[in-house]
């Protein structure tokens, strides 16, 4: 038993009491932590497992609606406003935007495929003061080329990577999405992010959203997922910090041994997103579904937002309106699990490693993502 892990979760645990405590009162909660902004749907690249592809918009919030709701989340002591999409740099703004979110005070980064990470962009990036970058990498040459319908996707990814480290841009990471196509790559990539330095490796299975609704061919078999959780468990910290994202936010009897630190979902608790068109819901791979808007930022503040919304995920409405997980002994280790992986019947780890996952949405909640 890790004695920093048993603290951090009686930690999480308080604070998650506490959230639930007020929620029942009408009372304020704090306010978040991380922002993210999903800035656009647009993307340079095919990838077939792409989650941002389950909307498309017409139009996007323009430069100056974006730095008003950034005027808001600068109220927020140190909070954190992170750029996803899509890919980010198809928006001629992005870095200006974020540049503006650092001189007002807040921590700044971006997820990127790398494809347009030049070494001039490289040099903007680093003027914009940005905090952290997550570059995609999902497999060797050949793999990451097919996975993401592109034959130069992996030049550009690990070139993007040597132009950014050459002008030392700091807290560089790398992600993964690990599905049966790339699994057995996992050792090599390893041995790839080594050799190029990189410190940190955030690993995720697939959702089943966008291109990967119907994701039974994508995810990982249960013996996967246990080699996966070994392998972490072998690795973790030798050559660099590696972690299973947080769609699996409870991994059952792995998690002490995988896992640094508690990765309960964060929504409605520390962290939402503000979506393409303003809509506000809980993080980006959520769907833009009205079951998950909590209000859109042209029509109220972000603050006020936050303090009026989220309340299902406060009052931990997953397990109590799932007749399997209110019944769960590890309800408060796992809450229910991921949301998005709920919309696949993916959500519960007990499910992924002892049987196939049942494809089936396991809620009213969700039964609408699947007509
Ligand atoms: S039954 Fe529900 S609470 Fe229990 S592990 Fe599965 S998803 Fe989590
Ligand atoms: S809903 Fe799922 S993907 Fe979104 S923040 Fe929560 S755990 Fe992560």
Known sequence: MKITYQIDKFAVNFFRKQFYKRTIENKSVRLPKFIAWDCTRRCNLHCEHCGASKESYES?????????????????????????????????????????AKSKGLGTGFASNGFLISK???????????????????????????????????????????????????????????????????????????????????????????????????????????????????NNHKKMYIYIGENLPFLGEYEESVRDEPALCPVGITACCIGVNGNVRGCPEQPDIPELIEGNIKEDSILNIWQKGFKKYRLN??????????????????????????IGGTNCIYDLLNKEFCNQATDVFFSRCRI
């Open 120 to 234: 001039e962009k490289a040099e903007e990036i680093k003027k914009s003061k940005v905090d952290s970058i997550q570059i995609s990498l999902d497999g060797l040459e050949e793999t990451h080329n097919k996975i993401r319908n592109n034959p130069k996707s992996f030049f550009s990814a690990i070139e993007a990577i040597k132009n950014l480290q050459e002008i030392k841009v700091p807290i560089l990471s790398v992600a993964t999405t690990l599905t049966p196509n790339n699994f057995d790559e996992l050792e090599e990539i390893h041995n790839l992010l080594a050799g190029l330095g990189i410190k940190k490796w955030r690993i995720v299975i697939i959702m089943p959203i966008g291109r990967a609704e119907d994701s039974k061919n994508l995810q990982l078999n249960p013996d996967q997922l246990k080699s996966l959780f070994s392998f972490v468990r072998n």
């Open 317 to 342: 409405e997953a397990v109590y309106t799932d007749k399997k997980c209110i019944n769960c002994k590890d309800r408060n280790n796992c809450y229910g699990g991921c949301w998005v992986m709920r």
């Open 60 to 100: 996007e919030l323009t430069t100056d609606e974006i730095k008003k709701i950034i005027n808001d989340i600068s109220k927020i002591k140190r909070c954190f406003f992170g750029a996803t999409g899509g890919e980010p740099f198809l928006r001629n703004d992005l870095l200006e935007v974020l540049s503006y």
